[in-house]
């Protein structure tokens, strides 16, 4: 699908550099380009979805919903390069197959069968790789998914990073209403489900060596449990998109853009735990685009919301969700934030990922 | 988090504002200095809190905006050399120099490192003693003490792979320059908190008598924003022109003495090139003397200044709170936040950059309307 | 330009005035900080750092004078000082 990577080379918040300069300018190819943010919305707009043209890559969604003897499918892949590959609450291998359930999870699917296809360089260590496959074993049962078919190829010392794991999953749709940007509707409610910048927070500060002497815990999880009681439930959904690169901000923008309406949210609701807060103060981040792999957004009409938060409540992985924003007509399409003094501001695609500012 | 929380009530701000509305009766153009209260009016909407009769002008308190293209490619350049590593803040990262930035020179190859402190730039020296280590050092006074122990650090150790491409300026200067223009509209200042915690502010008091303008040394938070603003602003409507201190609980009048020694023992100061601006006499801190060993210019050979290219930005009269990004020929153009020209283009809260995004939703909502008021 | 942020001083460490540091709590992170340049703190106060290192002591009457001067600009028609 169009999102080319769920954790990239590049963690959101990463200091890894991205270059704000446009694909037509480029004659090769930029770590921005699988960034996340306007460079890769470019790459797809003006390469893939011309390339493939079909009306399931229009949806832009999280994953394909397809219609196969009667069944209705979702069908996502994910390709992840987090570096390191070990990281505060997780590492490459639960993130490449909670990556996937949830990008199942977010077509209002059950997630069920998943391939895991590792690309490994020459000398990486075998206690390493056992680490990964031991913690994507784990995660997978938790979410209850198999890994029914792999691959594995190695390149050349110095070709790759250690490890890149790409995994492909199917899901049975649940519901027969569609989850997706089209089903937004203006005053719907916009719901969080829990506190952002975990996994951005988490990788940067390992990655960078910074000083930091209570590590922050990266979010990822698997989130099809609480998405499938919410969808069984009968609550209606319109839609949901887990936030990871680029973070709320991002996923914001694009629904908002892919749904023609605007989208305004209250800051002061937005929770963001302490630590990740430092951060962002200390390095100048703005957490509203800080990297997620634990997190959702999900926009209910408003009838739906109390319930949906009472279902999310109780799940242990959405326990702190809550109500941020609404949506709205408008005539051109977008995303404000109210500010905590009662100010406004845009939000908007990064050009580029967030970098440590001193200035 | 104290001593931050309490400065971002959104009703002692309401009630702020509020104040500033009732002791307006005109017109008036501020501008606050630094680069990160210009952050903060974007980040925190404090700008739609005013009446629209109260300007803010951004200041050019900020080295993405200032540090000139030349020097920008000398720091792409340097990191060309094979075996350099060049550190740098994160902030100069995306800065267009005339042909590039440090970020496309890594996609190239170049090994660029995003440091949150100089010591980080020293320590990458110490570890990699076969690799030359350049430490890209821009800001303002309030850097200065830091880019000085680094390089006092290296000095005291004898770490010869360690050196410096310094680019540091002084922000009263600048003031003057701005205020000396005949086209200036600036008619008070928020003075830079944090250059001030470092220098104080005695070297205020001379430029408030002479060009007869009111300097509120102010801090960094929507309220602390909000009284500099309300003070300003009380002593022009009283025809008043001193220099007065919002930020105290920071701010001593003399500043910082370690840090200004420290700055005196590494640095001297120097006439400096300000993008978009000119050079500005005496508006720089150089390697002083005893400490040339370390200048990556010499090091490197690339000592002389090139000659800036023609370009169709006007950020110098944009900084200068003169022109509006709007008035520039390539504004949203051949300059935009994904392929900016000048610098002011380039980091979310740049003049340009705000203006772009801002102009980008309110064309659609009230067609004919390009150019907003917030953020100025 | 010179994002500096406050925390709180948890302990100090070392004795030469140029590379003594402190562990500095900023909301649930911390940070060692250099504190060559505000060698008077002390365990419990707030120093405002900058680039790895602190810049000044923070004082707490003078920010509740602050404080105290904002809420009176809040209050219609009564003149205010600011902390200084």
């Known amino acids: ?142 979410a209850g998914v198999s890994l029914v078919t792999g691959d594995t190829k190695v390149v050349d010392r110095g070709s790759g990073d250690g490890v890149f794991i790409n995994t492909s999953g199917i899901g049975a749709v649940r519901g027969d209403r569609p989850v997706g940007p089209a089903s937004v509707r203006a005053e719907d409610r916009v719901v969080v489900s829990g506190d952002l910048g975990r996994h951005g927070i988490a990788v940067m500060s390992i990655r960078e060596g910074l000083a930091l002497e209570e590590p922050i815990e990266s979010d990822t999880v698997a989130l099809a449990e609480p998405v499938m009681a919410l969808i069984d439930s009968g609550v209606q959904v319109h839609c949901l998109r887990d936030l990871t690169r680029g973070g709320l901000a991002t996923a914001l923008v694009e629904i908002a853009l892919a749904s023609g309406l605007e989208i305004n949210i209250d800051e002061a609701r937005v929770p963001v735990a302490s630590g990740v807060r430092g951060m962002c103060e200390i390095l100048g981040f703005d957490p509203l685009y800080v990297a997620n792999e634990g997190r959702f957004v999900a926009f209910v009409p408003p009838a739906a919301l109390e319930p949906c938060l009472e279902i999310l409540r109780s799940h242990p992985q959405t326990r702190l969700s809550r109500c941020i924003g609404t949506v709205r007509e408008a005539e051109r399409s977008g995303v404000t934030a109210r500010t905590v003094i009662g100010g406004e501001r845009v939000l908007d695609l990064l050009s580029g990922e967030q970098l440590p500012r001193i200035c | ?292 060993g370390l200048d990556a210019e010499i090091r490197f050979g690339c000592a002389v200044d090139r000659e800036p290219q023609a370009t169709p930005c006007i950020s110098a009269r944009v900084l200068q709170g003169i022109a509006r990004p709007t008035d520039c020929s390539a504004f949203g153009d051949r300059c935009t936040p994904e392929r900016p020209l000048g610098a002011p283009m380039v980091s979310s809260e740049g003049a340009c950059a705000a203006y772009y995004r801002h102009r980008h939703r309110l064309r659609a909502e009230s067609p004919g309307c390009t150019a907003p008021r917030a953020p100025a | 330009m010179c994002l500096a942020v406050p925390g709180k001083v948890l302990s100090l460490a070392g004795d030469d005035p140029l590379t003594r540091t402190a562990r500095v709590a900023f909301a649930g992170v911390v940070k060692e900080t250099n504190l060559a340049f505000a060698p008077e703190a002390k365990t419990g106060d707030y120093v405002l750092v900058h680039a790895g290192f602190a810049i000044a002591v923070l004082d707490e009457i003078r920010a509740e004078q602050t404080l105290a001067a904002l809420r009176a600009i809040g209050q219609v028609d009564t003149p205010s000082e600011p902390g200084a």
């Open chain 1, 1 to 142: 699908m169009h999102r080319t990577a769920g954790a990239s080379v590049t963690g959101p918040s990463g200091f890894t550099p991205q270059c704000p300069a446009p694909l037509a300018d480029h004659p090769s190819v930029l770590l921005a380009h699988g960034g996340g943010g306007t460079l890769t919305r470019q790459l797809i707009e003006r390469m893939f979805l011309p390339s493939f043209d079909n009306p399931f890559l229009a949806e832009r969604h999280d994953g394909a919903v397809l219609q196969i003897d009667g069944a209705r499918l979702a069908f996502t892949t994910d390709s992840y390069v987090v570096r390191p590959a070990f990281f505060p609450g997780g590492d490459i291998g639960s993130l490449a197959v909670n990556g996937t359930v949830n990008d199942l999870a977010m077509c209002g699917a059950r997630p069920l069968y998943l391939s895991a296809g590792l690309i490994l360089e020459e000398g990486f260590p075998m206690r390493d790789l056992e680490r990964v496959v031991d913690s994507m074993r784990l995660a997978a049962e938790q």
């Open chain 2, 1 to 292: 988090m104290k001593f931050v929380d309490e400065y971002r009530d959104p009703g002692a701000a309401r009630d702020c504002a509020a104040a500033i509305e009732r002791i307006v009766t005109r017109e008036w153009t501020l501008m606050e200095i630094c680069g990160g209260q210009t952050h903060a009016i974007v980040k925190f909407g404090i700008d739609q809190l005013l009446p629209p009769r109260v300007n803010l002008v951004h200041g050019p308190g900020c080295p993405v905006c200032v540090t000139p293209v030349g020097v920008i490619d000398k720091a792409i350049e340097i990191a060309a050399h094979s075996g350099v590593i060049l550190a740098s803040f994160g902030d100069m990262a995306r800065v267009p120099g005339s042909t590039t930035s440090l970020l496309a020179a890594k996609a190239e190859g170049a090994d660029l490192r995003l440091v949150y402190s100089p010591l980080e730039a020293v320590e990458i020296a110490r570890t990699n003693p076969a690799r030359e280590v350049v430490f890209f050092a821009v800001g303002f006074e309030t850097t200065a003490p830091a880019t000085a122990m680094a390089a006092y650090r290296a000095r005291a150790d004898k770490l010869e792979n360690f050196s410096l491409l310094v680019a540091h300026v002084l922000v009263p200067p600048a003031m003057e320059a701005i205020l000396s223009s005949s086209e200036n509209r600036v008619q008070g200042f928020l003075a830079a908190g944090h250059v001030c915690t470092v220098m104080g502010y005695a070297a205020y008091r001379p430029i408030a008598r002479r060009y007869q303008v009111p300097v509120v040394v102010t801090g960094f938070e929507p309220l602390d924003i909000l009284q500099g603003v309300y003070l300003s602003l009380r002593q022009l409507e009283a025809g008043r022109a001193e220099v007065e201190n919002q930020y105290a609980r920071s701010v001593r009048p003399t500043g910082n003495d370690p840090a200004q020694r420290m700055i005196r023992e590494v640095f001297e100061v120097v006439p400096r090139r300000w993008r978009g601006i000119g050079e500005i006499p005496a508006s720089g801190l150089g390697l002083a003397p005893a400490y040339r």
